[in-house]
């Protein structure tokens, strides 16, 4: 062989050697493009998963606010009926009640209660058979309509009456 020849022989085995590194170090960029791209996708499946959650959780919120705007809507509506009824029943109430005593009536009045019941008291020492009495059967209230609904005995339907003074339930 020729001088020019084993030259020649140097630089090609040079030259694959450098296209050799070159293609180790382009398989190493696209190993770490392809690991980010799985990365990726998988990014983008949870961020999917996460807004089809969140659909979910904006219909269940859309539905909750419409069904509590429906109940509000039936609780002012029967608030409203209320309103009108103690209005009639106030309107049509004999003027005692209506007029309500003054302020110093009712102090007297009060006097004369607390008078009344501390010769009640006063008595009742000197009998002990006038301790026990009987006790007016009183009806059990009824449970609220639902243990979410704690103040469902608000709107019940039971006749107002305004024959005690300042009215009172029956």
Do not use: C, W, Y
Not at 3 to 17: K, P, Q, S, T, Y
Not at 27 to 39: H, T, Y
Not at 132 to 142: F, H, S
Request: charged share 35%; glycine share 6%; proline share 6%.
């Amino acid at each position: 062989m020729s001088l020019i020849g084993l030259i020649m022989n140097l630089v090609l085995a040079g030259l694959l050697l450098a296209a050799l590194s070159m293609g180790v170090r382009l398989n190493r960029r696209l190993k770490a493009l392809r690991d980010s791209q799985d990365g990726f996708a998988t990014a983008v499946a949870e961020l999917n998963a996460a807004a089809s959650r969140a659909e979910q959780g904006l219909a269940d919120l859309r539905a909750a606010t419409d069904e509590a705007t429906d109940e509000l809507a039936d609780r002012i509506e029967k608030g409203r009926a209320l309103a009108a009824r103690l209005e009639r029943l106030m309107a049509s109430a004999p003027d005692r009640v209506r007029d309500a005593p003054e302020e110093g009536d009712l102090g007297r009045d009060a006097e004369r209660r607390l008078g009344a019941l501390l010769a009640a008291a006063r008595e009742a020492r000197t009998k002990p058979e006038r301790l026990v009495r009987e006790q007016p059967k009183v009806a059990p209230r009824p449970a609220p309509r639902s243990p979410h609904d704690p103040d469902a005995d608000l709107f019940e339907d039971e006749p107002l009456t305004l024959d005690a003074p300042f009215g009172g339930r029956r």
